[in-house]
């Protein structure tokens, strides 16, 4: 499984993965709004199950489509952000058993990067980092993790980040 998290939607994985596909249904929300331009795309992939989270307003124009496409709209900050990533983890692996999960851990979500134009803090992206890592600890999944983005106006900022993804993974499975 791929699960990714950068601001730019996994077109590279969505196109190489890609195989029959069968809709499903859109997946429920927890997050405290509605996007009416969060489209929400469901399907199976064969052996690799993809799942991007990304800005539905950013490069590429044309998005392939992944196993679970989850299209934010501009400016969503951490709480939303978060559920709909708890809701695609949750929809993906009820549809999918992974062997390992493959993890682009974008920077660039950040609201301060020149790239992206969603809004999560350093403190929501280090949250996210631990809800995947969760998530996978609690099946017993491997994780590969994956840098990704990170064009912060603060180099700073983009180095606490990608430290902060190696902290969550530390905290979550010890060692």
């Not at 809701?87 to 990067?113: H, K, M, T, V, W």
């Not at 949250?127 to 180099?155: C, H, K, N």
Request: charge should be negative; include cysteine.
């Amino acid at each position: 499984m791929t699960v990714d998290c950068d601001v730019h939607q996994g077109n590279g994985t969505a196109a190489i993965f890609s195989g029959t596909r069968e809709a499903s249904d859109p997946l429920p929300s927890r997050a405290s709004f509605v996007p009416s331009r969060a489209d929400v795309r469901s399907a199976t992939a064969g052996d690799v199950f993809t799942i991007s989270l990304h800005q539905e307003n950013n490069y590429p124009a044309w998005k392939p489509t992944s196993s679970i496409d989850v299209n934010l709209p501009d400016g969503t900050g951490d709480d939303d952000y978060l559920a709909w990533l708890d809701n695609a983890l949750s929809s993906g692996l009820r549809q999918f058993e992974p062997e390992l999960i493959c993890y682009i851990a974008g920077a660039d979500p950040y609201r301060e990067d020149q790239l992206g134009g969603l809004a999560l803090t350093i403190a929501g992206l280090k949250r996210r980092d631990e809800l995947m890592f969760r998530v996978a600890r609690a099946r017993e999944i491997p994780v590969m993790v994956t840098f990704a983005g990170g064009y912060a106006r603060r180099v700073e900022d983009t180095v606490t980040i990608h430290c902060n993804t190696v902290i969550a993974a530390k905290e979550v499975f010890g060692g």
